[in-house]
């Protein structure tokens, strides 16, 4: 294993301390217990809308903390829950009297831990609003969850919730939409190398150079089967007719398409993915009104991508235009 880090056991805290260093125009850390916040936080009137989960899928979540987007990101340790106290700590830190949102990844240590935070929160006077994101259309259940996993598509609806909130809805409204979002929204990814989690120095699951492991989700966790390297154009198909069929997409819908890289997969192949995936729905007769391409939701340095699709209404394209500014995505400020 060579990677840039001084003790593995401080990882997460020094890679979150230098992001804000960086960013400190646009994000406050806390450090004990180890949360981050926008700038200025709370918003004076706004719901304040939080999320986050295990480490290394950087950039999100606090790549995605600013105007616009979220009010806080509480990173864990890698592939790891955060506990309840910092999860609370964050929601007391951006409750500025119109309530917080938890928007959380279906993961069964996510799901447990936000939910013990809301109690502790609303048992200080904070009301909460959770939204679980599930649109891993790979499995119904895997190592980490029950039910469908919460994955790429989780950067569209904190988009999504974080507009709403800036433009002034209230938290039932919020909620409301950020539900919406999680339910128009479907993801498929595939790996070509496992990653490597620094605490043990070891991939989390063996490939050979000839395999490639379709449907895995963002803890480095195998996926629904193994099969024989393919052309991109082939792999794309494998993973995009799922999330079609699964959002039941009918000609003339309009959607977001994402293409998203695990965190060691270039652009030019990301392009190659996004070309294959947008002929694919234009056939279908879908049109691609808006499109993401990068590596936004990471698997440390997997080698792979995600396609994601979020089938669009006019409210849903109005408030993923609405201006944002975080360290990863910005427009329109």
């Given at each position: 294993?060579k990677?840039?880090?001084?003790?593995?056991?401080?990882?997460?805290?020094?890679?979150?301390?230098?992001?804000?260093?960086?960013?400190?125009?646009?994000?406050?850390?806390?450090?004990?217990?180890?949360?981050?916040?926008?700038?200025?936080?709370?918003?004076?009137?706004?719901?304040?809308?939080?999320?986050g989960?295990?480490?290394?899928?950087?950039?999100?979540?606090?790549?995605?903390?600013?105007?616009?987007m979220?009010?806080?990101?509480?990173?864990?340790?890698?592939?790891?829950?955060?506990?309840?106290?910092?999860?609370?700590?964050?929601?007391?830190a951006?409750?500025?009297?119109?309530?917080v949102?938890?928007?959380?990844?279906?993961?069964?240590?996510?799901?447990?831990?936000?939910d013990?935070?809301?109690?502790?929160?609303?048992?200080?006077?904070?009301?909460?609003?959770?939204?679980?994101?599930?649109?891993?259309?790979?499995?119904?259940?895997?190592?980490?969850?029950?039910?469908?996993?919460?994955?790429?598509?989780?950067?569209?609806?904190?988009?999504?919730?974080?507009?709403?909130?800036?433009?002034?809805?209230?938290?039932?409204?919020?909620?409301?939409?950020?539900?919406?979002?999680?339910?128009?929204?479907?993801?498929?990814g595939?790996?070509?190398?496992?990653?490597?989690?620094?605490?043990?120095g070891?991939?989390?699951?063996?490939?050979?150079?000839?395999e490639?492991?379709?449907?895995?989700?963002i803890?480095?966790e195998p996926?629904?089967?193994?099969?024989?390297?393919?052309?991109?154009?082939?792999l794309?198909?494998?993973?995009?007719?799922?999330?079609?069929?699964?959002?039941?997409?009918?000609?003339?819908?309009?959607?977001?398409?994402?293409?998203?890289?695990?965190?060691?997969?270039?652009?030019?192949?990301?392009?190659?993915?996004?070309?294959?995936?947008?002929?694919?729905?234009?056939?279908?007769?879908?049109q691609?009104?808006?499109?993401?391409?990068?590596?936004?939701?990471?698997?440390?340095?997997?080698?792979?991508?995600?396609?994601?699709?979020?089938?669009?209404?006019?409210?849903l394209?109005?408030?993923?235009?609405?201006?944002?500014?975080t360290?990863?995505?910005?427009?329109?400020?």
């Amino acid at each position: 294993m060579k990677k840039l880090m001084n003790d593995p056991a401080d990882f997460v805290t020094q890679s979150v301390a230098g992001m804000v260093m960086a960013h400190s125009d646009l994000v406050s850390l806390n450090s004990t217990p180890l949360y981050v916040t926008r700038a200025g936080a709370p918003a004076a009137g706004k719901v304040g809308v939080i999320s986050g989960g295990g480490s290394g899928h950087e950039p999100l979540h606090a790549g995605f903390v600013g105007p616009g987007m979220l009010d806080a990101a509480v990173p864990g340790p890698v592939f790891t829950s955060p506990s309840p106290d910092p999860i609370q700590a964050a929601t007391a830190a951006v409750d500025s009297g119109a309530g917080v949102l938890h928007i959380v990844k279906n993961y069964t240590g996510d799901v447990l831990n936000f939910d013990m935070a809301k109690e502790l929160a609303e048992a200080e006077g904070t009301e909460v609003a959770s939204v679980l994101v599930e649109d891993d259309v790979a499995v119904e259940d895997s190592t980490y969850t029950a039910g469908r996993r919460g994955v790429a598509g989780t950067v569209l609806v904190e988009k999504i919730a974080g507009a709403a909130a800036q433009r002034g809805d209230d938290l039932a409204s919020v909620a409301a939409l950020a539900t919406r979002a999680a339910q128009a929204v479907r993801s498929m990814g595939v790996a070509l190398r496992a990653p490597v989690v620094p605490a043990s120095g070891e991939a989390s699951f063996d490939l050979s150079d000839d395999e490639i492991e379709v449907g895995i989700g963002i803890h480095g966790e195998p996926g629904r089967h193994r099969q024989a390297m393919a052309q991109a154009d082939e792999l794309t198909a494998m993973l995009l007719e799922p999330v079609v069929a699964d959002l039941a997409l009918r000609e003339g819908n309009q959607v977001i398409l994402f293409v998203n890289g695990m965190g060691a997969t270039t652009s030019p192949e990301l392009y190659i993915a996004y070309a294959a995936a947008r002929r694919i729905l234009e056939a279908h007769g879908v049109q691609v009104t808006r499109s993401l391409v990068g590596s936004y939701v990471t698997s440390l340095d997997m080698a792979g991508a995600s396609v994601s699709v979020m089938r669009l209404d006019d409210e849903l394209l109005e408030l993923w235009d609405a201006p944002v500014k975080t360290i990863a995505l910005r427009w329109g400020m």
